[in-house]
């Protein structure tokens, strides 16, 4: 019990102009365990990733909110100004922001419309209302993001550790062996002479 207690639960950015809709799917998500921001808009969510470039807010703060780690974000499809659709096409764009998964929720079955989201990256797509069933499908795309981000860091780690390996002067192991590969077959060129004076 107390493993569960130290583990630090995932964060969960959810979008919804509904506010309705928000109170639920904040209820399932942290039914879930899940740490939950909720925000009324796409241009709020971006503002809130760091994304949106408003004159008015400083570079440093942008940078401090990018801290703000972000597991998974869930957005509604239909929202006034900024779609889902257009929030989802902003988050992939970002170098930063890409490998964040993404939900897309909707009312409205329109298999065009899902395969249009998917296509442009979404993880899942979910027809409201939201149930606390769907929940269980977030996680998977959570920790499958999350080894891709171990992966390339560990690929740069390792690239960092190759370029000191190859500067490092004092690493010459494989010369050191074919030295020794040289010495020995010299000696065993030289053996058979000292054998021969002697039986002469």
């Known amino acids: 019990m107390a493993a569960v207690a130290t ?25 879930s365990s899940f740490h939950v921001t909720t925000v009324d808009s796409g241009s709020k969510a971006l503002e809130f990733l760091g994304l949106l470039s408003d004159e008015d807010s400083p570079v440093s703060v942008q940078a401090e909110q990018l801290e703000v780690a972000v597991n998974l974000i869930i957005t509604d499809y239909c929202m006034p100004g900024m779609t889902g659709y257009d929030l989802l096409k902003k988050i992939k764009e970002s170098s930063s922001l890409r490998d964040i998964p993404v939900v897309i929720m909707s009312s409205e079955n329109i298999p065009s419309r899902i395969n249009r989201c998917l296509e442009e990256g979404a993880d899942e797509f979910f027809l409201k209302p939201v149930r606390l069933s769907d929940m269980s499908k977030l996680k998977p795309h959570i920790l499958k993001s999350k080894c891709k981000e171990q992966y390339h860091q560990e690929q740069h780690q ?29 000696d065993e060129e030289t053996l058979p002479q000292a054998i021969r004076s002697r039986h002469s």
Not at 8 to 28: G, Q, Y
């Open 7 to 31: 583990e630090t639960p995932f964060h969960v950015l959810a979008v919804d102009d509904s506010v309705l809709d928000r109170k639920l799917i904040e209820r399932l998500l942290k039914t």
């Open 158 to 186: 390792q690239g960092d550790s190759k370029s000191i390996e190859s500067s490092n002067p004092t690493n010459n192991s494989s010369s050191d062996s074919s030295n020794s590969r040289k010495r020995k077959a010299a």
